[in-house]
């Protein structure tokens, strides 16, 4: 058991028989009342996201989740398929339980899949993952790091605000938590 004031965001835990995952956790004081816990949580079987808030004391059954080193693989029916590392099992995970990290997936990428028991419940990306620039304007002559920027559509499909320099053909480095351009990759 685990109380609401020691959730964090990454921990899992069981309520109400769903498998919930803490997106962010605030501790609150507000100036009149009891402190509260603002929580964005994700429901991993469903998907479904909430903002609440409990009460700092309330107790909760921590889930304990498993990982395994595995490679994706391709997408087919609405299904990607990884393989475990070590002893070569495949995996079908659909892409509404991992449509938020899927428009980063590369073929031959290696990424962490979550277990709660036998029951894959998502899948745990790199801190940044570098892609492909294929399209974007032209770059700008004399253009900086600092500019508004200019949206470009990456090898997976994903797009997103780059410096005016950034060339198609270029390999960037992304953050997958926002999604957002970290640096130019070497190539």
């Known amino acids: 058991m685990i109380s609401a004031v020691d959730l964090r965001a990454g921990m899992t835990f069981v309520q109400d028989n769903k498998l919930i995952k803490v997106m962010s956790a605030d501790h609150h004081k507000p100036g009149k009342g009891n402190t509260v816990m603002r929580l964005k949580l994700k429901d991993l079987r469903t998907g479904a996201i909430t903002d609440t808030t409990m009460h700092p004391d309330v107790k909760l059954e921590q889930a304990i989740i498993d990982t395994k080193n595995v490679q994706y693989l391709y997408t087919q029916d609405q299904t990607a398929v990884f393989m475990d590392l ?29 277990f709660y028991g036998d ?31 200019k949206p470009a559509t990456l090898s997976t499909g994903l797009v997103v605000t780059v410096p005016d320099f950034v060339n198609v053909g270029d390999m960037l480095e992304i953050n997958t938590q926002d999604g957002s351009y970290v640096k130019r990759a070497n190539k």
């Open 86 to 114: 070590e002893s070569y099992e495949q995996y079908e995970v659909p892409l509404d339980l991992i449509s938020d990290e899927a428009k980063f997936l590369e073929e031959n990428m290696t990424v962490k899949i979550d």
């Open 119 to 149: 029951e894959v419940v998502g899948i745990t990306l790199p801190t940044t993952v570098t892609l492909e620039v294929t399209d974007t304007q032209p770059s700008i002559k004399g253009a900086t790091v600092s500019g508004s920027g």
